[in-house]
């Protein structure tokens, strides 16, 4: 039965009045952009520094959250951008990091391969904020994300994006793959005849720019989105006080530069900004030793060698451990079933190896998908260095917070300063609001505001 809605009230909400309110419009165009590396702490010391339509035209105007976190551990860029985009945590995205081991050929893979030689967003279990803006808009609504890696560009697009760009490792030009639509690939093929550049924040806020321009995007009622990715890094760390200051206030110029420009071809107060970090940051190597911290290295694959030993003196002899990659160890399932053991029973005897060994905290069972990860999970306590000697791989444990905001700016967006810790996860579900749209199928976090 169909309720009667009075004439009144109908030209009320035409109007986009009720009660004498004033309802706010769906912003023309989202611009999320993701700060690989940023830090509050740097932001803040180099303030004085800064132009005035940067990063202080965000802090004063927008709404920050001072204390931003993600739900989940350790964080890498890939699985960081997957997170602000589905609105949830790797266990349901299955976006653990940039890599992972593939179980059934013990090969490491890239979280953008498709498995046939292409890349696309495939891997991602998950939707997007922008897959829900274009079922919501049947299509209508445009999606684009641009990075100079392909994992933050694809995984910031989602699947139902129009075109995502990253730079080539091969020789260094923008590119694309054959998932995204005719249209996005004319516009990179005319974008690369037409211009040259050095790859950097600058190369990316000027095909953003453009993307903006060729593609039209937020020049009509239906809200378009475009995700772009910075960095907030430096490749040479000898003298890193003075190029953090020179690649901070760089930073500050190019968002500068962005945002007056897309607010002058959308319309000021007819974009909605959204600025977050990837909440890491790839320390400098410390000789702790040197300093009389305390330290070691712990090695990953002696230590998997030494369990397969011990699991054999209780088990008969035979290869449980499969192999071991980044700080995860992987049992071989088939042969513990031909065995009759118990799963369980094996784990729990592995975590009272794994735990009395020197330099490792903690050991636990994985939280995510056996697809994507392996089954015992070591945490090396902070200071030691993880080394596996059969992929050359080594990094230092660090369980230090690295403190980055989240800020919001534009369209409705009241100026103000939060302190209350907020996740990133739940950057997704405010957008949604903002733009009337469902959040991502995964996400299950409450709007910021």
């Given at each position: 039965?169909?309720?009667?809605i009075?004439?009144?009230?109908?030209?009320?909400?035409?109007?986009?009045?009720v009660?004498?309110q004033?309802l706010?419009?769906?912003p023309?165009?989202?611009?999320?952009?993701?700060?690989?590396?940023l830090?509050?702490?740097?932001?803040?010391?180099?303030s004085p520094?800064?132009s005035?339509?940067?990063?202080?035209?965000?802090?004063?105007?927008?709404?920050v959250?001072e204390?931003?976190?993600?739900?989940?551990?350790?964080?890498?860029?890939?699985?960081?951008?997957?997170s602000?985009?589905?609105?949830?945590?790797?266990?349901?995205?299955?976006?653990v990091?940039?890599q992972?081991?593939?179980?059934?050929?013990?090969?490491?893979?890239?979280?953008?391969?498709?498995?046939?030689?292409?890349?696309?967003?495939?891997?991602?279990?998950?939707?997007?904020?922008?897959?829900?803006?274009?079922?919501?808009?049947?299509?209508?609504?445009?999606v684009?994300?641009?990075?100079?890696?392909?994992?933050?560009a694809?995984?910031?697009?989602g699947?139902?994006a129009d075109?995502?760009?990253w730079?080539s490792?091969?020789?260094?030009?923008w590119?694309?793959?054959?998932?995204?639509?005719?249209s996005?690939?004319?516009?990179?093929?005319?974008?690369?005849?037409?211009n040259?550049?050095?790859v950097d924040?600058d190369?990316?806020?000027?095909?953003?720019?453009?993307?903006?321009?060729?593609?039209?995007?937020?020049k009509?009622?239906?809200?378009?989105?475009l995700?772009?990715?910075?960095?907030?890094?430096i490749?040479?760390?000898?003298n890193?006080q003075?190029?953090m200051?020179?690649a901070?206030?760089?930073?500050?110029?190019?968002?500068?530069?962005l945002?007056?420009?897309?607010?002058?071809k959308?319309?000021?107060?007819?974009?909605?900004?959204?600025?977050?970090?990837?909440?890491?940051?790839?320390d400098?190597?410390?000789?702790?030793?040197?300093?009389?911290?305390?330290?070691g290295?712990?090695?990953?694959?002696?230590t998997?060698n030494?369990?397969n030993?011990?699991?054999?003196?209780?088990?008969?002899?035979?290869?449980?451990?499969?192999?071991?990659?980044?700080?995860?160890?992987y049992?071989?399932?088939?042969?513990?079933?031909?065995k009759?053991?118990?799963?369980?029973d094996?784990?729990?005897?592995?975590k009272?190896?794994?735990?009395?060994t020197?330099?490792?905290?903690?050991?636990?069972?994985?939280?995510?998908?056996?697809?994507?990860?392996?089954?015992?999970v070591?945490?090396v306590?902070?200071?030691?260095?993880?080394?596996?000697?059969?992929?050359?791989e080594?990094?230092t444990?660090?369980?230090?917070?690295?403190?980055?905001?989240?800020?919001?700016?534009?369209?409705?967006?009241?100026?103000?300063?939060?302190?209350?810790?907020a996740?990133?996860?739940?950057?997704?579900?405010?957008?949604?609001?903002?733009?009337?749209?469902?959040?991502?199928?995964a996400?299950s976090s409450?709007?910021?505001?």
């Open positions: 039965m169909k309720q009667y009075p004439t009144i009230l109908l030209a009320a909400l035409a109007s986009g009045e009660h004498g004033t706010q419009p769906a023309r165009l989202v611009v999320n952009i993701a700060i690989d590396q830090r509050t702490d740097y932001i803040e010391h180099f520094l800064y005035p339509n940067g990063f202080k035209k965000l802090l004063e105007r927008g709404r959250y204390a931003a976190s993600y739900p989940f551990s350790p964080v890498d860029r890939a699985s960081a951008i997957a602000i985009a589905t609105g949830t945590t790797p266990q349901y995205n299955n976006i990091g940039t992972w081991l593939d179980r059934t050929t013990l090969r490491p893979v890239q979280c953008t391969d498709d498995g046939n030689g292409g890349t696309s967003p495939g891997k991602l279990a998950t939707s997007t904020t922008g897959d829900e803006l274009k079922v919501a808009t049947r299509g209508k609504a445009l684009y994300s641009i990075a100079v890696d392909k994992d933050a694809i995984m910031a697009g699947h139902a075109g995502a760009f730079i490792e091969k020789n260094n030009r590119t694309t793959s054959n998932y995204y639509t005719d996005s690939q004319n516009l990179l093929r005319a974008y690369n005849n037409a040259s550049y050095h924040n190369a990316v806020a000027n095909l953003a720019e453009a993307c903006v321009s060729n593609m039209s995007l937020g009509d009622d239906i809200t378009d989105m995700s772009v990715t910075f960095e907030a890094k490749k040479d760390l000898s890193w003075a190029d200051e020179i901070y206030l760089k930073l500050d110029k190019t968002i500068a530069r945002i007056s420009s897309i607010e002058s959308v319309g000021y107060n007819k974009v909605l900004f959204v600025v977050t970090g990837t909440g890491y940051t790839d400098e190597p410390i000789d702790y030793q040197k300093y009389k911290i305390p330290t290295t712990f090695y990953i694959n002696r998997a030494l369990l030993m011990y699991l054999s003196a209780i088990y008969g002899q035979a290869r449980y451990v499969e192999t071991c990659f980044h700080n995860q160890i049992l071989d399932h088939k042969l513990i079933e031909q009759r053991l118990s799963f369980n094996v784990m729990s005897r592995s009272e190896l794994l735990v009395q020197s330099g490792v905290r903690s050991v636990s069972s994985s939280p995510y998908s056996p697809s994507v990860s392996g089954d015992l070591v945490e306590a902070p200071g030691w260095q993880l080394v596996n000697e059969d992929n050359h080594q990094f444990s660090r369980a230090a917070f690295v403190p980055f905001p989240i800020i919001f700016y534009g369209t409705a967006i009241t100026a103000g300063r939060i302190s209350t810790p996740t990133v996860d739940r950057i997704a579900p405010t957008i949604a609001k903002a733009i009337r749209i469902r959040a991502p199928n996400c409450a709007p910021l505001h």
